[in-house]
């Protein structure tokens, strides 16, 4: 998600993505029984002819998943921002118009004032969270905003298709900043045979990001994010052979000026907070620095993720997208669906060295402030690469037993009985080099290859070869400490936005080591 100099870009990550092929003619996912019976790809050929009579030319493209690490080893993109596979986002490509030059990176692209992009396609698999949106990934005469949501995302919650579920259903995407060039290609896409109870719009304000081809036009990415498959073997044919069609329509002749208005945006937050959980999380937080009285203990801070990244070192924080279109500062492809959160600073794990960390707080998805959240273990504080199987999502919080039990180890380890009534939306787990076969416990590991396979093309896991006799470097050391965490809390049910984190419990980590007497 950054930069490179003006030109240089972002990676909308966040939150959480990965990689691979497909196109436009790519295979069609396997229909299962509760499918409507059609895929959106068979009313292509249909779509295409009504889009032509409507009056418009048009410019295929795809839309394909991509591995942001590989991506990252191969210095596309200075900054992953997710984990190896099976982590996967989709982006869109489209061909550049004549007479720009491409950005270095396929999947940006841009967009004339009375243009439209048509996507058909269907939704994944199973998973927890999935969405579509678009980010601003330059804007003219603003050096460092990049990676900003222009407006609502797509997601699981809002999505307009057909089916019982939001799963493998047909979908259209019309994106555009034009606003009878929308009820063009509404109507034509209408005329093709596609119901309306399936097409989605995702808006570009030109007040926020201006359009145009060149120097005066903002450059954008279209990001298909999909969270926590239920169904990692169907996720692989997905990312695979991507289900989707593409084109960038133009209006054979030139509409007046009628541009969409600034988007009207979901609220966050309802005024309903998790602190009631509060003096139960502060038991918790006691529990576990008791637990290991011959330790050193040292608890580190948790903020909205922010970095300042290379290679100009520009700060970046994964808040409030229109604010930091304003201040000039990048929003590192934050979406308004997440609370995005990161431990600080960065710390080590080194091996021969009895060291680990807690990581602890509150379930938002239990207390129902979220629909999934997640932690990660980051082992790269440049590259943002997250740990490969590194991620535990809230319904695997409690690894199959009773709600709370991780928490419950620690709260009330010989009697249950004597936790306090709300330990059931409390978690902690232990995250080290080796967990010895213990419970509630996550082990750093750097196995991994790509969907193909193949390893990444870079050494992602420097910091596994620090072991006992090197300095411990951190957590004080930004320069040199490289693990973090972060937390992804995504869309609270009652609003489909992100939550207002002032409305959450900030999950927290304490390191546990002998640093202090180094």
């Not at 030109?206 to 060149?214: H, K, Q, R, S, T």
Request: net charge negative; with cysteine; glycine share 8%.
């Amino acid at each position: 998600m950054k930069a490179k100099r003006i030109l240089v870009v972002v990676v909308v990550a966040l939150v959480a993505a990965l990689a691979l092929l497909g196109g436009a003619n790519a295979q069609r996912p396997v229909a299962d029984k509760s499918a409507p019976g059609w895929s959106a790809l068979d009313k292509v050929d249909a779509l295409k002819d009504s889009l032509a009579k409507a009056g418009f030319g048009l410019t295929p493209g795809e839309f394909v998943a991509h591995d942001l690490v590989q991506e990252t080893c191969t210095g596309k993109i200075p900054q992953a921002g997710t984990n190896p596979w099976p982590s996967v986002t989709f982006f869109l490509q489209l061909p550049t118009h004549p007479g720009v030059t491409p950005m270095p990176v396929p999947g940006y692209w841009q967009l004339g004032e009375d243009e439209a992009i048509v996507l058909v396609g269907q939704t994944p698999p199973p998973a927890l969270f999935f969405s579509y949106e678009v980010f601003a990934i330059s804007v003219p005469g603003i050096t460092n905003s990049r990676g900003l949501a222009v407006g609502n995302s797509v997601n699981i919650r809002t999505i307009n298709t057909i089916g019982p579920d939001k799963y493998n259903r047909p979908v259209v995407v019309i994106i555009t900043g034009h606003r009878e060039a929308e009820r063009r290609v509404r109507a034509a896409v209408l005329k093709a045979g596609y119901p309306d109870a399936m097409i989605n719009v995702a808006p570009i304000s030109p007040v926020i990001a201006p359009l145009g081809a060149g120097d005066n036009g903002s450059w954008f990415a279209f990001a298909h994010r999909i969270a926590a498959s239920l169904d990692q073997e169907t996720l692989e044919t997905y990312a695979r052979n991507s289900p989707y069609a593409v084109f960038r329509v133009k209006p054979n002749e030139p509409l007046a000026p009628d541009p969409e208005p600034v988007p009207v945006l979901r609220v966050r937050g309802t005024g309903h907070t998790e602190m009631a959980l509060y003096p139960s999380l502060k038991l918790l937080r006691q529990a576990i620095l008791d637990s290991y009285p011959s330790m050193t203990a040292e608890e580190l801070d948790t903020k909205i993720t922010q970095t300042n990244q290379p290679p100009d070192g520009h700060e970046a924080i994964a808040e409030k997208p229109y604010v930091a279109l304003q201040r000039g500062r990048d929003a590192w492809g934050a979406s308004r669906d997440n609370a995005s959160l990161t431990s600080y600073p960065n710390f080590r794990l080194r091996d021969g060295v009895e060291e680990f960390a807690i990581v602890y707080g509150a379930n938002h998805q239990a207390t129902g402030k979220a629909s999934y959240t997640s932690f990660t273990p980051y082992v790269d504080k440049d590259r943002w690469f997250g740990l490969t199987d590194g991620t535990i999502t809230s319904n695997n919080y409690d690894a199959g037993g009773n709600p709370g039990d991780s928490a419950r180890r620690f709260l009330c380890p010989d009697d249950p009985s004597t936790c306090p009534e709300d330990v059931r939306y409390l978690y902690a787990w232990k995250v080290a080099r080796h967990c010895n076969g213990e419970d509630f416990c996550l082990e750093l590991k750097t196995e991994f290859s790509d969907l193909n396979d193949q390893p990444y093309q870079c050494n992602l896991y420097d910091w596994y070869n620090f072991k006992e006799g090197q300095p411990l470097i951190g957590p004080f050391d930004l320069d040199k400490a490289d693990i973090n965490f972060t937390w992804r809390v995504y869309v609270e049910p009652a609003t489909n936005v992100g939550p207002d984190d002032n409305e959450i419990l900030y999950d927290r980590v304490i390191y546990f080591g002998p640093y202090f007497t180094e």
